[in-house]
Structure formats: structure tokens, C-alpha cells
């Protein structure tokens, strides 16, 4: 059962706009959610965290909103551009785990 | 920068042959994970080890089993190649201290044939 969703597995959006990335769980035990970005033919690479008593991070462009009650995160990249296009996975993790849960992962293209 | 090898970018394999995946890592990492990526599941864990000779299954361990007999080196194993084990295999290794900041590889395509 995947417990980490990523309902649109693609996203276009033109340069400049803003790119929002939606991610649901549904394990209310996961305290620590993750974002990774993956170019093809490399490993994901860690873009941006949030921990579960926060409900907003910030980094340059990149910023990712937790909304606990609603379970749900997202990932918010603004202005967008070329270079970020790739796939982005969400990741979470429970309280003491070692594990991560990845959802599907979302293909963002940016037009330039 | 944290740098983690997979031995092969490509592998072509038939079915019932035993296949070895290697993953090297060269921050003296405690923890390290192999993964596949399939389309529409994501990344589904494998196994995990937090130490030498120590391992630990993850959600989906059937038809693997793993080796870690130095701190740096992380071996997926496929004792018999089946056609449903073609995949992307993402290996990745994390400090015991890292809040689960995972630094992967780029990956291992398997073809079973």
C-alpha cells in the first residue's frame, strides 16, 4: 500500500512561472518529509526537508509547505527554469525509522 | 562531496543467473540502502544496513539478499535472475547522524531476459 502519493506523475510550466508539487500521505506517524530531485541517468539528490513541527521551509527558490492536518505537502519553486526540469519524489519518514517511503515521483518540465 | 559508486550503469542478464550489484561509498557512512525504481511505484527499499556484516530487510526483500563485509562497500544480490527484477537499482548510504539526508548513486539498469 503506498503511503506516500504523488497523484500527477507530470507537470509542465512555462519559465518564470511558479511550479507547485503535490505530495499526500496518509501515516500520521511520519514526522519528517523530504523532497529529492532526479535528473535521468543520475541518483536522486536531496533538494529540501521539513520537519513536522514546522509547517513551512524555505530555500532560495524552493520552498515546501506541510499542512498536517490535511496530510498533505508541497513543494513550491519559484521562478521556475529550464534546468529544473526532472522528477521529483517526496519522501517521509515515522518516528524512530530507519525507512524511508518514497511516493511515485512527479516530471516537471519547464518551457523556456 | 559525498560520492556513491554503483560498479555498472548497465546490465544485461538471463533469467536464473545470479547477478551481483556493487556500491561503493567513500564517506565512512554508517548506513546504506539499495533500492529499485520501477514506473508508477517509485523507490520501494530493499535492503538496508547500519553497520558491517549487520542488515536489516526492507519492504520488498523476496529474491534478494545483501552483503556488507566492509564499511564502505554494499553488495545486492540476485540468487536467481527472474524477468520481474528488471528494474533500476539505486544504491544509497547515509551518516548515522544524518537526519535521513540520503546520497545515492546513479543507478544500476537491469535487464533480465
Known amino acids: 500500500d503506498q503511503q506516500v502519493k504523488q497523484n500527477s506523475p507530470s507537470l509542465s510550466v512555462q519559465e518564470g512561472r511558479i511550479s507547485i508539487l503535490n505530495c499526500d500521505y496518509t501515516n500520521s506517524m511520519f514526522d519528517y518529509f523530504l523532497w529529492y530531485k532526479k535528473y535521468p541517468a543520475e541518483g536522486p539528490t536531496f533538494l529540501i526537508s521539513?520537519?513536522?513541527?514546522?509547517d513551512k521551509n524555505e530555500d532560495g527558490r524552493f520552498t515546501v509547505f506541510l499542512n498536517k492536518s490535511a496530510k498533505h505537502l508541497s513543494l513550491h519553486i519559484v521562478p521556475s527554469q529550464p534546468g529544473d526540469s526532472a522528477v521529483y519524489f517526496c519522501a517521509a519518514r515515522g518516528t524512530g525509522a530507519n525507512n524511508l517511503f518514497f511516493g511515485t515521483g512527479t516530471r516537471l518540465t519547464v518551457i523556456p | 562531496d559525498v560520492k556513491v559508486t554503483q560498479s555498472s550503469r548497465y546490465l544485461v542478464k538471463r533469467t536464473g543467473e545470479k547477478v551481483f550489484l556493487e556500491c561503493v561509498q567513500d564517506m565512512d557512512h554508517e548506513n546504506m540502502f539499495w533500492y529499485r525504481q520501477d514506473p508508477g511505484l517509485g523507490l520501494r527499499l530493499i535492503y538496508f544496513s547500519y553497520d558491517v556484516k549487520m542488515k536489516e530487510k526492507g519492504d520488498i526483500p523476496e529474491g534478494y539478499s545483501v552483503s556488507r563485509e566492509k564499511k564502505e562497500r554494499f553488495s545486492l544480490i540476485l540468487e536467481s535472475a527472474s524477468t520481474n527484477q528488471t528494474s533500476m537499482y539505486l544504491c544509497a548510504s547515509r551518516s548515522g547522524t544524518a537526519r535521513q539526508k540520503l546520497f545515492f548513486g546513479s543507478g544500476t539498469q537491469l535487464s533480465v531476459l
Open positions: 521539513i520537519s513536522s513541527i514546522k
